[in-house]
């Protein structure tokens, strides 16, 4: 059984830092990209970043570059999202869902159930 289950989320302040972590289990964590999104309060889904397993890279929405890192720890099937200068509008559910291949071209087939990050003062 396929399992994805988020932590790290949090109240913070604006212009502080939290960690997500999406630790797996019930699949070759390797052979698949990963995928964080998020949902603002009232807001559709929005991609955040991906973790390509097939060449390694990390893709990110061009909003968040420079703020945003995703890694992924193939030994601990876990895959983390490093946020850091957040803001008030970063506040959302940040979700990590697996994708059906190493990449994102056949979309994605599980998801976590979420954690809840609040920026505010």
């Known amino acids: 059984e396929v399992q994805l289950v988020e932590s790290g989320g949090g109240l913070v302040q604006p212009g502080g830092s939290l960690r997500l972590s999406c630790a797996t289990s019930?699949?070759?964590?390797?052979?698949?990209?990963m995928t964080w999104v998020r949902q603002a309060p009232g807001k559709g889904l929005e991609w955040v970043s991906s973790?390509?397993?097939?060449?390694?890279?990390?893709y990110y929405a061009d909003s968040l570059k420079g703020r945003f890192t995703i890694s992924a720890d193939n030994a601990k099937a876990t895959v983390y999202l490093q946020m850091n200068s957040l803001k008030s509008e970063d506040t959302a559910v940040y979700y990590c869902?697996?994708?059906?291949?190493?990449?994102?071209?056949?979309?994605?087939?599980?998801w976590g159930k979420g954690t809840l990050v609040t920026v505010s003062s």
């Open positions: 869902a697996k994708e059906r291949a190493g990449s994102r071209v056949h979309g994605m087939d599980y």
């Open positions: 973790f390509y397993s097939d060449i390694r890279r990390e």
């Open positions: 019930g699949f070759t964590f390797e052979d698949y990209a």
